[in-house]
């Protein structure tokens, strides 16, 4: 059954009118405002033929420029791609061709990252501005199953997916994410995160599905942010570790105000120096699990477990379900296994992708690709990615449990673990590391550090130091580009 639901800004725009929907930089609009906007830009993107189910990519650094857009193209029925403006001209130019967009509207700024743009009807936000307006049919009714939104996965295991994001997606998202972090109608969440990601853009949908103020920054600054946090400016913020390890190095003796409730984290695997270093200053910290394909959090630890279960992504949200499938087989707790994920807010499904989508989906099932495991009391835990995984010897080694140790070391900025090569263990553990600046450390010491931590399969064989990790656009580190570092016949490159 296709349900359908009043548009959220028209009806947010009618229920609360003169609330804060969105400031920046001094410059602050109503929802009532933002729905004029978003009414005027739907005629406008009217007037250049976009109509119901086009997909329309948008190149956008965060605004609220950025914000009209979107609901606009939700107005009239488009499919909102959101590309990561971080991207080379060259994989901006795949995802485009890969989804079929048929339109991109682009940052003035970033008009020259497109080469080629013959295939597709490239619109500048300043141009789009001044076009003329045009009556258009709008939807006064979301259909729940119906396409908002595609967003390309960060491609950290392969070629990046376009995930079909759909307004029951949204919807489940918002709906479950409030139901365990409450609503107050004070709430402001400050976006420093990308609207392009799902960590940023779900931040959108939830405040016209809520009511609530959004505090938009463009790119992220750990002072700027410490003030506005400070300042009692926002309540909620959404953050990913190292965004999080800058901020509390910045903040040094100050805190925040107790109405600042909760700082979401999420995006990666969690430095556990660092929530300690959270718990002790007082930072209400929610860690959370999710990806692109169940449209942000599906997992996430209330601050009430940060000591009992500190590294724990949490229990999942009220409409979800996890459990851990090992070989076909539902593990017992404790056990590794893959994490299979259930609920409203789980993608129907891969764009163009219908054999990626039959291999992650089965009976309603999504299968992350992540491994993890549940403790007795439901408390899941991530290990690692599965396609990282290192068997050695046949034990299974995480990366990730290694690259944390090395983290912990304070000579150390940056750390990656991959598996090379060993006749003896089939394949054994080897490390890249980034020191902090005006650090030094030899490759034995770390070794050293690693033995008192790890068990002796665990410790890195070889340690290589470099000056930069190979990572993606979303900046996370691509395990499958350190292979390739690996010196050969002892070479270091
Ligand atoms: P691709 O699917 O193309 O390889 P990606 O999985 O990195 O890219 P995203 O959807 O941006 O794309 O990231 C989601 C992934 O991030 C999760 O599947 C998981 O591996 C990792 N992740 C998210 N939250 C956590 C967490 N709390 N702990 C560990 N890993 C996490
Ligand atoms: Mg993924």
Request: neutral net charge.
């Amino acid at each position: 059954m296709n349900i359908s639901m009043p548009n959220w800004l028209m009806q947010r725009a009618f229920l609360t009118p003169d609330r804060i929907a969105v400031q920046y930089d001094g410059e602050k609009k109503t929802f009532s405002e933002l729905h004029n906007a978003a009414l005027k830009r739907a005629r406008q993107l009217a007037g250049l033929g976009i109509s119901k189910g086009d997909i329309v990519a948008l190149l956008m650094k965060n605004s609220i420029d950025m914000i009209e857009v979107i609901h606009a193209l939700h107005y009239i029925g488009a499919i909102v791609l959101l590309q990561n403006t971080r991207l080379t001209s060259r994989e901006l130019a795949w995802q485009l061709q890969d989804s079929q967009a048929k339109y991109l509207l682009v940052d003035d700024e970033m008009v020259e990252r497109i080469n080629d743009f013959s295939y597709i009807r490239m619109v500048k936000i300043s141009e789009l501005f001044f076009l003329p307006e045009q009556e258009c049919r709008l939807q006064h009714e979301y259909h729940l199953d119906d396409t908002a939104t595609i967003m390309y996965t960060s491609g950290t295991t392969g070629k990046p997916k376009g995930v079909l994001q759909t307004y029951g997606n949204h919807w489940w998202s918002a709906v479950g994410s409030a139901l365990n972090l409450g609503l107050r109608e004070t709430d402001c969440w400050l976006a420093a995160v990308p609207f392009f990601h799902i960590s940023g853009l779900s931040i959108l949908m939830r405040s016209v599905i809520y009511g609530m103020s959004v505090y938009i920054m463009n790119g992220f600054d750990a002072k700027q942010a410490n003030d506005i946090l400070i300042q009692g400016k926002a309540t909620i913020m959404s953050v990913v570790s190292t965004m999080l390890q800058q901020m509390l190095s910045e903040l040094g003796e100050r805190t925040y105000p107790d109405t600042f409730r909760c700082m979401l984290l999420g995006g990666g695997p969690a430095p556990k120096p660092l929530l300690e270093a959270c718990r002790n200053k007082g930072i209400p910290v929610y860690q959370t699990y999710g990806m692109t394909e169940t449209a942000s959090q599906i997992v996430t630890l209330a601050p009430e477990y940060s000591f009992t279960k500190l590294g724990s992504a949490g229990k999942p949200l009220f409409p979800a379900q996890i459990r851990i499938e090992n070989n076909g087989q539902i593990a017992r707790p404790n056990e590794p296994g893959e994490i299979v994920v259930k609920g409203p807010n789980i993608t129907k499904g891969y764009l163009n992708r219908p054999d990626a989508t039959k291999q992650a989906i089965k009976d309603g099932w999504f299968y992350t690709g992540d491994i993890g495991y549940v403790d007795e009391e439901g408390f899941l835990y991530v290990l690692d990615r599965r396609s990282d995984l290192i068997i050695s010897g046949g034990e299974n080694i995480y990366p990730a449990e290694i690259e944390a140790v090395l983290l912990s070391h304070k000579a150390v900025a940056e750390a990656g673990v991959t598996g090379m090569a060993d006749e003896k263990w089939g394949q054994v553990p080897c490390a890249f590391v980034k020191l902090q600046e005006g650090c030094a450390v030899t490759a034995e010491e770390l070794i050293d550090f690693c033995k008192e931590k790890l068990a002796k399969y665990k410790v890195p064989k070889q340690i290589y130091f470099v000056e930069e990790l190979p990572r993606n656009a979303a900046k996370k580190l691509l395990r499958r580009k350190l292979a390739e570092l690996i010196p050969k016949n002892g070479e270091t490159k």
